[in-house]
């Protein structure tokens, strides 16, 4: 029996049939959890996230969004076994159906374990853990700087530390939160603020950063990346005391120097007087016995040398140089004394020649050859001036008999037009225009009645 054909009058939209595949699928999948291997993984320059959830028979488009993903603890990775909570929506461009993620934690494995192996792995391969790059403690640090909670219990414990050992010990506190949403960035802020504003007449020898003891949870701030790179970068050496002495965070690998506790970094960084006063009377002690040691050393040393064969005949040789030396001087004297003598005889020699030399009959011959060429120069210069102001009226003369202001003189005119040009035609103005005249003596102004042009070759009478 043939089938009916439908009625193609009643049809849908490619919209419009969307939008109800969406309304369905989404009322039907509100809720789901899916396990699947991670591929094609894109971390967008928006912040969203987009990859692949697949198994071996199937895959499904994923999406997580830059306002959803920031809880994921740990970095999504292509391979990684993971299981996704979301629900499936349609991405109505394409025409596909996807899965938006809104949580998702790996298998096998928690997220912040994930977390933290793989930043401590990302932050070993940068060298941030190299020990070449720990810095020494200062041995007696004047002011001490401390980021942490200023309600804990770790700031009164470090204070307590600080008030028993050492209380000449300065201390300035940035309060920071240490657990919640925005530890990581005050922490990193804290340890920054101490690079950037200490003051050099009293700077910050030594930073502590941490807190008191908790759950894993609850220190994770101290296991984030932001504050990991701030005490990298910091230009004070930096103590990490977080938590208790098993719990282990990045910041107490990246950190000079990691105290099991806050108590124990103000043990670090504040030694006891009477201890100083004991280590430097040991120092004392042991200085001046090497000293005594070494100076017997050495004077028995000097008395072996002066017992010496050969100091002897360094005596004879030490003798004769000075003998040689006299001998010397001696022989530099006479060679100086016979040289100035010398000197003394040619300066007389030459005193004589010049004294008898007739300076001032020359000075005089030299006077007159002088006067005689400056009247001769004066001669010569007042018939070249003659010579050219003849040459001046001369051409004065002609330049006289060529001006136009003598033709204009014999009765001629110049016709300018009143922006200064020359009339040399009739067509060259209109009737009713000005012009000026210019004559011998000054200048007519004028206007065109009427313009007559002559035929060629006729002149008017």
């Known amino acids: 029996m043939p089938r009916e054909t439908a009625d193609l009058s009643s049809h849908l939209t490619v919209s419009a049939l969307t939008a109800q595949i969406r309304r369905q699928l989404e009322r039907e999948f509100d ?26 028979q199937a895959q499904i488009r994923c999406v997580c ?35 938006t993620v809104e949580a998702m934690s790996p ?5 912040q374990q994930l977390a933290f192996e793989q930043l401590k792995a990302k932050l070993a391969a940068e060298g941030l853990f190299a020990p070449e790059r720990k810095r020494p403690l200062p041995l007696l640090p004047r002011r001490i700087g401390i980021v942490t909670s200023p309600t804990g219990a770790a700031i009164q414990d470090i204070l307590q530390v600080l008030r028993r050992r050492n209380d000449s010990v300065s201390v300035l506190l940035y309060p920071a939160q240490v657990e919640g949403v925005e530890a990581a960035a005050e922490i990193a802020a804290g340890i920054r603020w101490f690079s950037c504003h200490t003051d050099p007449d009293f700077p910050v020898d030594v930073l502590i950063v941490g807190r008191g003891g908790g759950s894993a949870e609850s220190l994770w701030a101290f296991n984030t990346e932001d504050v990991a790179r701030a005490i990298a970068e910091s230009t004070i050496p930096v103590i990490s005391a977080v938590g208790h002495e098993i719990d282990i965070t990045i910041a107490d690998f990246v950190a000079d ?12 960084v504040a030694a006891r007087r009477a201890d100083l006063l004991e280590r430097l009377r040991a120092c004392m002690a042991a200085l001046t016995s090497a000293m ?57 020699r030459v005193t004589e020649r010049l004294c008898r ?8 011959t030299c006077h007159q050859m002088t006067t005689g060429l400056a009247n001769r120069l004066v001669a010569a210069c007042r018939q070249r001036l003659t010579q050219e102001q003849h040459r001046l009226a001369q051409a004065t ?28 035609s009739v067509t060259d103005i209109q009737p009713a225009q000005g012009f000026s005249v210019r004559l011998a003596d000054g200048i007519l102004q004028a206007r065109v009645e009427t313009v007559t ?6 002149l008017p009478s």
Not at 453 to 458: P, Q, R, S, T, V
Request: aromatic share 8%; glycine share 6%; proline share 4%.
């Open 31 to 56: 809720a789901v959890i899916v396990e699947g291997e991670l591929s094609n993984f894109v971390a967008h320059t928006s912040g969203h996230w987009y990859f692949t959830l697949k198994d071996a």
């Open 65 to 99: 969004w830059r306002g959803t993903n920031y809880r994921v603890r740990f970095r999504p990775q292509n391979g990684l076994h993971v299981v996704c909570q979301g629900r499936v929506t349609v991405y109505a461009p394409k025409g596909e159906y996807q899965l």
């Open 107 to 111: 298998l096998g494995v928690g997220a």
């Open 257 to 268: 120097v990691r105290a099991p506790t806050p108590s124990a970094a103000a043990e670090l």
């Open 292 to 348: 005594r040691i070494r100076q017997l050393q050495a004077r028995h040393t000097v008395e072996q040398l002066a017992r010496h064969p050969a100091f002897d005949a360094t005596q004879a040789r030490l003798r004769d140089a000075v003998q040689q030396c006299d001998e010397l001087a001696l022989a530099v004297q006479s060679l100086m004394q016979d040289r100035f003598r010398t000197a003394e005889r040619q300066l007389e």
């Open 357 to 364: 030399y007739a300076w001032e009959r020359r000075l005089q």
């Open 397 to 424: 003369a002609r330049l006289e008999t060529l001006s136009p202001l003598r033709v204009l003189a014999r009765g001629y005119a110049l016709l300018q037009h009143p922006d200064g040009r020359l009339l040399r």
């Open 453 to 458: 042009k002559l035929a060629e070759g006729n």
